[in-house]
């Protein structure tokens, strides 16, 4: 999994973190996030803190896939290999931005370490647990070998896309996570609620921090929300599942009941989802980067 990234006593130390990584995956989430929790309620200010959330962002970050890209990419039927520059464009972060993909006949999920940290906490948790969906040969032999408490297991294409249908129904971010420890590569694929990802957790609390605008742990889509004002009934839904905090509930009586902060929006169409009345669709926005568009990359890389 390291052969395309690092070199020497890095890729050493990337092995090592992802052998971590991957063993203690729940674990290893409760802790990045307990500690960034710690840090920016305590010392939001400090440069140790701004340190850490700089450090994150660059070596663990998403990509927001529509939902018809993420159906499309745990469909794919042959290798893609995008070069580095295009794969940059698509994936504005410094270090973890390949998009390597081979992973036909080797799809796995585990227990969403997200879920399992909410239950520990002794917080309510969606079900079911088993939606994390790793990508690719080496890490699904990986998870389905060495992960026994996380319930790793092979599906086929067809039942990760059965997956992803049903999450969808459900109102989640589908979320193509970058790390080093995966090899600077997407390969873990998550279905990421407002009630219980940890990345839209940490999305909510970087913003939240004066100065770090340029600090994004997660890549928009490509896309944003645009509303139907004259459609919209105000029934809350989309603020009730929208990640990160981009659709919100008014408290000012002239205002909106349902606010919308167009700096927060990633894309995602978890509100598109649940909107019963067509109020909400995805619009494509130049603004909110390139799409990660799984057609385009089939026509122009293999």
């Known amino acids: 999994m390291q052969g395309e990234g690092a070199r020497g006593m890095l890729r050493a130390a990337n092995m090592a973190h992802g052998y971590i990584y991957y063993t203690l995956y729940d674990r290893y989430v409760a802790v990045a996030l307990a500690a960034l929790r710690f840090l920016t309620r305590r010392f939001p200010s400090f440069s140790l803190t701004r340190g850490v959330i700089a450090f994150l962002v660059n070596h663990y970050h998403a990509k927001v896939l529509t939902v018809g890209n993420a159906r499309k990419l745990v469909m794919l039927d042959r290798e893609l290999l995008v070069p580095d520059d295009e794969s940059r464009r698509i994936i504005p972060f410094d270090i973890a931005n390949r998009l390597i993909f081979n992973h036909r006949d080797h799809i796995a999920l585990v227990d969403c370490p997200c879920r399992l940290e909410n239950i520990g906490r002794g917080l309510p948790a969606c079900e079911p647990l088993n939606t994390c969906m790793f990508l690719g040969k080496t890490g699904v032999d990986f998870v389905t070998t060495h992960m026994p408490r996380m319930h790793g297991r092979r599906v086929t294409s067809q039942e990760a896309a059965l997956l992803i249908e049903t999450q969808y129904r459900r109102g989640v971010s589908f979320n193509l996570w970058f790390k080093d420890a995966t090899g600077y590569r997407g390969g873990v694929l998550c279905s990421c609620c407002s009630c219980c990802c940890k990345g839209a957790e940490a999305f909510r609390i970087i913003s939240q921090i004066g100065g770090l605008d340029d600090k994004r742990i997660v890549a928009p889509s490509g896309y944003a929300a645009k509303r139907d004002d004259a459609k919209c009934r105000a029934c809350g839904s989309c603020a009730k599942v929208c990640p990160y905090g981009a659709l919100v509930f008014s408290d000012s009586p002239v205002k909106r ?46």
Not at 267 to 296: M, P, Q, T
């Open 257 to 302: 009941p349902i606010d919308f902060i167009y700096e927060k929006c990633n894309g995602c169409g978890a509100c598109v989802s649940v909107c019963e009345n067509g109020a909400v669709a995805l619009a494509r926005d130049v603004k909110k980067g390139e799409v990660l568009d799984i057609d385009r990359l089939v026509d122009s890389f293999t």
